[in-house]
């Protein structure tokens, strides 16, 4: 659709100069026409190439449909890990994961389909590659991924390593590192600054572990079986926003239940975990909360956007890269408002002093 838009843009330039021209006989103008014309396809083709909205709006790639963005930043680089939405689904059809980079934030090298189900033996087949985050730790690289454990029928937790986010990637353990149960996607991962890396997920829930040094198992020695369950907290009001009357798919029926959808996004800055997430039920809106240790309490903090145009879902996630600081996100625009083939957009904001973010603008203007 971006395509289709800037073509026309491009088009519709053509056809004003043309105009021009036939109105105007002067030499001057026609050469001033020309001119205006090069450049009009020389900064379409180069808004195209970026992926350039024009309300700030910004996009790593049109070649492919790109959900569920988790950026994360190696030394001059941020990359994009990414799920892939096919160009022709109705529901989520989604078989792989993608990454995308840029050092500049305006130039991005796309670099492909890295990760797929064939690379987990114990995940459903071609399908069900849902959303991921993934880390750098010891010159090694590990992407979380959710996945359809084949045992259970439900979505359970892999992990890949590689020692680039290039590949390739291999599954070092042969199965799900937290096994299929409900709700279980949307894995993220987070190394405090005593090296202690935790692990959180969940729709409809959250949970958490801690995982081992090796990144590959969790402490079994942490909470039940290793897994820590916030259901408490969710409820709060105070700490995960407003109740709203929302779907419980375990219980197949709408309940009152705090803003907390899915898509945990944990991080932290100073001494302040931050945990964003999307909210609201579907369509869902970005929100966060933010606590002075990670096992909470958490202290709602609202909104960071609306809803996602053209998107019932919102997946992403901030980061701070080369002094700024970015949303990345997805919505349904390209695809002309399909919930099924989201594509990944970002658009740069400005935290408060202490970290905080303040509410952006994700509409198309
Ligand atoms: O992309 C599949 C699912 O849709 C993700 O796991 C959710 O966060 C939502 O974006």
């Not at 944990?266 to 869902?284: H, M, N, Q, R, S």
């Not at 970002?346 to 905080?356: P, T, V």
């Amino acid at each position: 659709m971006a395509i289709v838009n800037h073509f026309s843009l491009i088009i519709r330039n053509f056809d004003l100069i043309i105009y021009d021209s036939y109105k105007i006989i002067d030499m001057k103008r026609t050469v001033f026409a020309a001119i205006t014309l090069l450049l009009a396809i020389t900064l379409q083709a180069q808004r195209l190439l970026v992926g350039e909205q024009s309300s700030g709006i910004k996009r790593v790639n049109n070649r492919m449909y790109n959900p569920d963005p988790a950026p994360v930043v190696s030394g001059d680089r941020l990359y994009v890990f990414t799920g892939h939405d096919l160009d022709t689904a109705t529901y989520f059809r989604m078989p792989d994961w993608q990454v995308f980079s840029t050092t500049d934030m305006e130039h991005w090298t796309d670099h492909g389909i890295v990760l797929s189900t064939a690379n987990f033996k114990w995940a459903k087949q071609g399908d069900n590659a849902w959303a991921s985050q993934a880390i750098e730790r010891n010159g090694k690289w590990y992407w979380y991924v959710a996945a359809e454990d084949t045992t259970k029928h439900l979505h359970g937790i892999g992990v890949a390593v590689a020692d680039r986010p290039e590949g390739p990637w291999a599954d070092p353990i042969g199965k799900p590192l937290i096994p299929g149960n409900w709700g279980f996607i949307d894995p993220t991962v987070f190394i405090d600054d005593d090296g202690q890396a935790w692990l959180f997920w969940g729709n409809n829930g959250c949970w958490y572990a801690k995982l081992n040094e090796d990144m590959i198992s969790i402490d079994t020695s942490f909470a039940e079986n290793g897994i820590c369950g916030m259901r408490a907290m969710l409820d709060d009001e105070a700490q995960f926003g407003p109740k709203c009357l929302k779907m419980d798919y375990q219980l197949h029926k709408k309940v009152m239940k705090t803003g907390f959808e899915e898509a945990p996004w944990i991080y932290k800055i100073g001494d302040t975990y931050f945990l964003e997430y999307a909210a609201g039920g579907v369509p869902e809106h970005w929100a966060y909360s933010t606590a002075k240790s990670i096992h909470g309490p958490w202290h709602y903090e609202g909104r960071i956007t609306d809803e996602s145009p053209g998107s019932f879902t919102i997946h992403g996630g901030t980061i701070d890269f080369k002094g700024k600081s970015y949303l990345f996100y997805h919505d349904g625009i390209p695809s002309g408002g399909n919930g099924f083939r989201r594509t990944t957009a970002f658009r740069e904001f400005q935290r408060m002093k202490d970290g905080r973010i303040p509410k952006i603008d994700i509409q198309e203007k």
